[in-house]
């Protein structure tokens, strides 16, 4: 069965410091994964999936399978950061269905 | 493009009935997954449709089932309503068969029962 793991239900950090919010992931196949924000008052919506390999609004996300995580790093969080952040995995080949994790809360402190 | 729309955007229902909520894909989709989302937890998900046809479906019971029609937009009705059915409930649409696609998600229809 499949699973995506969010440990952290809450995270606060100040302005200007780094930030991780951790994501490990239970699949037998070949995985694909992303990572899902959602503002305040605002749809969920892509941030970055793995594939891409791409850093947005200055995340990155850097799959290791060896140890099953998808972790979303930012060397320095803005306030505008301040969001719910999900981690998905997506299977069933193209016509895939995505698998979310229960998602954390970051807050980023002036 | 006003992206993935849904109606309607709160509803509150009694227990045993029933009830209908209604997706508007993005243009040029072609494929529509309804994902429910409780209280404090991530998107849970249910079913998705492609060419009018239910193509996958998680763990839902057999008293949660859609339509989608020819023009791709699509229905999640729900009969015999429960308490445990309270929750915000999103439809996500994405093109079937590209690689890369990506799931666009609507303002999700606020489900209540009372």
């Known amino acids: 069965a499949q699973r995506v793991t969010q440990p952290e239900k809450l995270l606060s950090v100040f302005k200007g410091a780094p930030v991780e919010l951790k994501c490990n992931y239970s699949?037998?196949?070949?995985?694909?994964l992303f990572w899902y924000v959602q503002y305040s008052r605002q749809r969920l919506q892509l941030l970055l999936r793995?594939?891409s390999r791409e850093s947005i609004k200055g995340f990155t996300a850097d799959l290791n399978k060896g140890e099953t995580s998808f972790h979303l790093k930012k060397p320095f969080a803005q306030e505008e950061d301040s969001a719910m952040y999900y981690c998905?995995?997506?299977?069933?080949?193209?016509?895939?269905?995505?698998?979310f994790g229960k998602g954390t809360l970051l807050t980023v402190n002036p | 493009d006003a992206g993935v729309t849904q109606s309607p955007t709160h509803l509150i229902k009694t227990r045993g009935q029933q009830v209908t909520l209604r997706c508007s894909p993005k243009?040029?989709?072609?494929?529509v997954s309804w994902y429910q989302q409780a209280l404090g937890q991530g998107p849970q998900f249910i079913f998705q449709?492609?060419?009018?046809?239910?193509?996958q479906r998680g763990n839902f019971p057999d008293r949660f089932s859609g339509h989608q029609f020819p023009n791709y937009s699509s229905e999640l009705n729900v009969n015999a309503l429960l308490l445990g059915d309270s929750a915000l409930y999103l439809c996500?649409?994405?093109?079937?068969?590209?690689?890369?696609?990506?799931?666009?998600f609507g303002q999700g229809t606020r489900l209540t029962v009372v």
């Open positions: 996500a649409s994405s093109l079937l068969n590209r690689r890369n696609t990506e799931a666009f």
């Open positions: 699949y037998s196949g070949s995985p694909e």
């Open positions: 793995h594939i």
């Open positions: 998905a995995l997506g299977s069933g080949g193209s016509n895939y269905k995505l698998t």
């Open positions: 243009s040029g989709h072609d494929t």
């Open positions: 449709y492609y060419e009018e046809e239910e193509r």
